[in-house]
């Protein structure tokens, strides 16, 4: 049972427009949520979290929304640049057991010229 | 930032092998580490958290007897995968976690049993 969906296995976007990944989630007891990056041969990296008190997070390029009535949350990358040619994680966890991450299946976005 | 090292990268050994891969918190002394692992185009999976000095608490479905986790010290957990078969074949990754504060991963570990 997927608790935490990607549901886009793949994204491009031309550099400088804006980048918009989503995530979907079953699990109402989750109440904190990140995002990692990943490059290949390395492990994620933590990019931006948000937790289920607030419905957005900015931190520069990145801002993440979430829409707890709908489950479901999003990254936004603007302008988007060819370093961020990633895999995207979107994780979620619970409170109390806080850093028991589970992850969706990540996205792939290719920032292209 | 923080730093957490994981040895070694890759692994290509026979069925019945055991295997030990390591993690380290290289800057800091992690409270927690946990040990996950991926199979082709599936979402990391979380098999273990280990907390320095005590047992590891296993996911379910994970066999606790066929990976061993030690975490002896702050700075260091191991994974053993004890008598490896080809179905064990995946890419195992840790984290390391101080606090409140969001996991820091290592690269990763990618193993194939023959």
């Known amino acids: 049972d997927q608790q935490v969906k990607q549901n886009s296995p793949s994204l491009s976007v031309q550099e400088g427009r804006i980048s918009i990944l989503n995530c979907d989630y079953t699990?109402?007891?989750?109440?904190?949520f990140l995002w990692y990056k990943k490059y290949p041969a390395e492990g994620p990296t933590f990019l931006i979290s948000?937790?289920?008190?607030?419905d957005k997070n900015e931190d520069g390029r990145f801002t993440v929304f979430l829409n707890k009535s709908a489950k479901h949350l999003s990254l936004h990358i603007v302008p988007s640049q060819p370093g961020d040619s990633a895999v995207y994680f979107c994780?979620?966890?619970?409170?109390?057991?806080?850093?028991?991450?589970?992850f969706g299946t990540g996205t792939r976005l290719q920032v292209t010229l | 930032g923080a730093v957490v090292s994981q040895h070694p990268s890759r692994v290509i050994c026979k069925s019945g092998t055991s295997v030990k891969i390591e993690c380290r918190s290289l800057?800091?002394?992690?409270?927690?580490m946990f040990w996950y692992r991926q199979f082709p185009k599936q979402s990391l999976m979380l098999m273990a958290t280990?907390?320095?000095?005590?047992?590891?608490?296993?996911e379910q479905g994970v066999e606790k007897d066929k990976f061993l986790i030690n975490h002896a010290s702050l700075t260091l957990s191991t994974l053993t995968v004890t008598s490896a078969h080809p179905e064990d074949s995946s890419f195992y990754i840790c984290?390391?976690?101080?606090?409140?504060?969001?996991?820091?991963f290592g690269d990763g570990t990618r193993l194939s049993i023959l």
């Open positions: 280990s907390n320095e000095g005590s047992k590891a608490t296993y």
């Open positions: 800057d800091f002394q992690a409270t927690t």
């Open positions: 948000i937790s289920s008190i607030k």
């Open positions: 994780a979620a966890s619970i409170a109390g057991t806080a850093s028991k991450l589970t």
């Open positions: 984290s390391a976690r101080v606090g409140g504060r969001p996991q820091h």
């Open positions: 699990n109402s007891m989750f109440d904190y």
